[in-house]
Each structure stands twice: as structure tokens, then as C-alpha cells.
């Protein structure tokens, strides 16, 4: 009886895994037919980016119809070994050898610019938004690295990794960047077609980006730089120069500059045998929580993302006792690495499911994948552990209210805390919903206040600040709906709660 209703079960189980498999074969072969139509909308050059784009495409879409449930298993997830993941003051206690230029010329530093300004109110690429002193994080990054080529005579190449949406306006601003020295390379990551929810089809009808075409087209994340690296011929032309390593960052961390202690880790390991993967990680605070951290599984290092978390683990994972640290995105990895593993096919990163809603109502998702991923594919990978100082992003205008005052200092496009400030950390800052577009911001700040004191700063509603403002401890600013708040010019506000309607008015 039960050997009939075992077999019977067995049977029912191979059906299934045949009808889906046949399922599976079904939706690949449609999905194939219609990047097929849309490759025949393509002419000259575009045909053959294109045919590359979706080549890497299809893999990912073949991986996405195979994945099921959480990539992980909780109970497999361990702590990385403690020799994994190094003190940075360790590293750094080693000093630096004579021949630092020798470590430099071979490498490039590779900077993350696929993103747009928009979430906070900006048109064109976030590279562009400026941040400090009228500099942009181009500029900053430029001047970065002409610092370093300047004061140890090297050739530090930048490479910036667009997507077709900031690509055109980034090459124009390139040309004011002819006379620094810095030799500056482009590439663009691929262009993925957004699918229907419902039917798993490109709801793109041609290869155009313009009127219906807009907004059915999208880049597929960081993790695509490998193969988009490899494609563009630049991954070959700069091992045929020598070079050795990236340092990959994203373009809006204004924490992440050339670490000399780092590099040095990197070409001249204690133990003879080098890293090809890097992850600088940083201690989690509370308001990190969701950042990707590093575990061991199946006896490799890999980033695990909260995406990755099965639902009954989530406040296990935002936990900072047993999760304590969380991925800058700061990563050095060896160019000849990149090379074979792109030739062999064995760079292996997890699908991120990104659902959208057109304008039209449409619900599509897009594939995607985050670069630190790749870890787990890499030979003797290694994690840092960094001071917060070299984790600083402008993500929201609460950030760039930071990287604006007087907290820190700016030299030679990098930005260190003031020594006037008694404690390294910086303070809270939440700006209100009336302070998210950066025009909007500058008008309501006539100049950035004196932070140096400050732990704290909430600010909610109709609220300006005048020039000469000094905030120190805990403030909190609220206007409530219909009210304003007008802070005077030369105020000092400490540990102080301001509320309902201050105005001044011009007599």
C-alpha cells in the first residue's frame, strides 16, 4: 500500500519537474523569438552592442526561470573564519614599502556612474550634482587621483562605468578634464530589456529609447561591470598596459579614495599569496541595518543581502550583535581574475528581482545584480575592515548637508572630518520632505550651519535657515502644516526643540 502510494507520489513529482522544465523551455524560446524581432530593428554598430547586450541577458533570464525560493539555507550560514576578514590598523601597522609608485602604475581606479540625480530632484547624471565648493563627484574624483599622480609620479588611469542614461552628458563634461593629469576611460554597462510581469516578454516593440520606448529599457545593476567590462575590449587593453587591479566604488561615496595600506596589502601579501577579491566592510550601526554583509557558506566567503534573507530570519540579519558588519562597496579586484573567470563563465552572482510600475500602469520587472556578489567566485578573497570614514555617501540632501559644513575639510578633492570635531562620528541628520530636492535645499539653507557640535538634527515643514547658524547637541526644528519657521541669521541653537510658527518678517 504505501510502496503503491510512494510510487505514485514519485510520479506525480517527475511529471511536475518535466511540465515545468517544458514550461521553462517555452517561456526561454518566446523570450528568444522576441529579442530576436527587436535585434532586427538595429542598425550598424547598435546591432552588435545590442546582440552582446542580450546575449548576457538570456543567461540572466535562464537563471531566473531555475532559481526557486531563498538562495540561501539559514542553517548553512556561518561567520567567516576570523583570519577572513583583517583589522584595517593591521594592515596599515605595516607601513609603506619604498616602491609605492610600483604598486600604483598598476592600478585603476573605476568608478561606478550609471545613476541618475533624480531622487533628489536633479536632471542628468548624480555624478554631476555638486557638492562641495562648487565641485561636482567628478571633480572630486579627478582631483583625487591627479593628487596622486602628481605627488608619486605614476599613471593612475579613471575609468567611469556609465549606462546609457548618463553616458552622452558624462563625455561632454569629460572635455574639461584634457589638461589635468589623469587619463580618463569610458565604458557602458548593458542595456536590458524590462519585462511583462504576467507574460515574461520584453515589453519593448524596438531597439529606440524615445516616446513609448522611454522607459522599457533599463542598465542591470553594478554586477554588470564584469561582462560589460570584458566586452567593451578595455579589461584587455589595460592588462596589455599592466595594470593589475581595480578599485571599484560608486561614484557617490565621497569616502572611497586610493587607500596606500590597502594597495600595498594587495601586491605585497604576508603571506606570498595574493587576494583577487577585496570587500572593504565597515562596522553596522543602526541606521545600516540592510546593508549586504559577509558570512561563510559552503566554505567561501559571499555577500549575503537582505534580499537573500528567508522572512523568518530578517530580524536576525538586521541584528548588529550577530551581524556586525556591512559592505562599503569598496572593492579591489585583480583585472586577470575578472579575465578568466568572464572567459570560463564562472562568475556567479545572485538574481536581484526589481519590480517597477510604468507610467502607463504597467507592472515589469528587471534583473538585476550588485557586484560584491561575485565574491564567492573569486581565489583567496578577503575582507577589510575599514574606519566609517571611508564609507560617506550622498545618497539624500541629509547627506549632502553633511559633506557641505564645516564637519569636514576638503584637500585635494578628499574630504576628512575636522579636527575640531571632538568625536569621529557624524551626527543624525533627517531632513523633512521639503528639503528633498537639492534647489529646494539651497534655498532654505542661505548658508550651511556650524555642525561641529552637533549630534542630532530633525528638521520637518516649512523651515529656512538664515546665514551664520550654529547648531550644537540635539535639534529638533518641526513647523507644523501652515506654519513657517524662519531661524534668524547669527541663532545658536543647543538641545532645543522648535516648534509651531516663528517668522521674520522684513520690517
Known sequence: MYYAEGLCKKGQNSWMAQFEEEMQQQLESSLHSELEKLLSTAQGADAE????????????????LQVKGPSVEWPKIHRPPEDSIQPYDRIKAKGLPDNVADSLNKLVVVKLNGGLGTSMGCKGPKSLISVRNENTFLDLTVQQIEHLNKTYDTNVPL?????????????????????HRVKIHTFNQSRYPRINKESLLPVAKDLGMTGENADVWYPPGHGDIYASFYNSGLLDQLI?????????????????????????????PPNGKRCEFVMEVTDKTRADVKG???????????????????????????????????????????????KRLQEQNAIDMEIIVNPKTLDGGLNVIQLETAVG???KSFDNALGIN?????????????DLLLVMSNLYSLDAGSLTMSQKREFPTTPHVKLGSSFTKVQEFL???????????????????????????SLKGTVIIIANHGDRIDIPAGSMLENKIVSGNLRILDH
Not at 571599484?248 to 595600506?261: C, E, F, K
Open 240 to 268: 596589455a598596459e599592466g595594470k593589475e587591479y581595480i578599485f571599484v566604488s560608486n561614484i557617490d561615496n565621497l569616502g572611497a579614495t586610493v587607500d596606500l595600506s590597502i594597495l600595498n596589502h594587495l601586491m605585497n
Open 386 to 398: 575599514v574606519p566609517r570614514s571611508r564609507f560617506l555617501p550622498v545618497k539624500t540632501t541629509s
Open 159 to 179: 575609468v567611469l562605468m556609465n549606462s546609457f542614461n548618463t553616458d552622452e552628458d558624462t563625455k561632454k563634461i569629460l572635455q574639461k578634464y584634457t589638461h
Open 49 to 64: 552592442v545590442s546582440k552582446k547586450d542580450f546575449d548576457g541577458f538570456k543567461k540572466l533570464f535562464h537563471r531566473f
Open 373 to 375: 556578489a561575485a565574491i
Open 443 to 469: 534655498t532654505r539653507f542661505e548658508s550651511i550651519p556650524d555642525m561641529l557640535e552637533l549630534d542630532h538634527l530633525t528638521v520637518s515643514g516649512d523651515v529656512t535657515c538664515g546665514k551664520r547658524v
Open 292 to 338: 549586504g554583509t559577509l558570512i561563510q557558506y559552503d566554505g567561501k566567503l559571499r555577500l549575503l543581502e537582505i534580499a537573500q534573507v528567508p522572512k523568518a530570519h530578517v530580524d536576525e540579519f538586521k541584528s548588529v550583535s550577530k551581524f556586525k558588519i556591512f559592505n562599503t562597496n569598496n572593492l579591489w579586484i585583480s583585472l586577470p581574475a575578472i
